[in-house]
């Protein structure tokens, strides 16, 4: 995907690391396309699998969000990147992190 205005590649704003396993839930077809390439040995895994270093959850409604990102990952999430910035997105970051260090919010503003 194209650096955008800041000039830095979205994997890399993502923080996508060398052999990472990256799990996409309902990411768009195009999506590894629209990415460009990724750090060596790293690849993304269509679902929830094992041994996955960062899952990439793709929501079109607010409704259940925290219930849903619960359900996707049972044994919790030790870091949040909200690139929405909605009173859900962040209620649901601020629920299932406890080091709140851990939590980024790229999209949030004040009215």
Known sequence: MSAGYSGTPLVRKLGFRPGWRIGVVD???????????LPEGAELIAGL????????????SRDGLEERLRAEVP???????????TDEAIDASLALIE???RIVSIAAFVA
């Open 49 to 60: 699998g094992p041994a996955l270093d960062a899952v990439w959850l793709f929501a079109v």
């Open 75 to 85: 044994g919790g999430y030790a870091a949040a990147l909200d690139t929405v910035g």
């Open 99 to 101: 080091d709140r260090d």
């Open 27 to 37: 990411g768009p077809d195009s999506l590894p396309g629209l990415l460009g390439e």
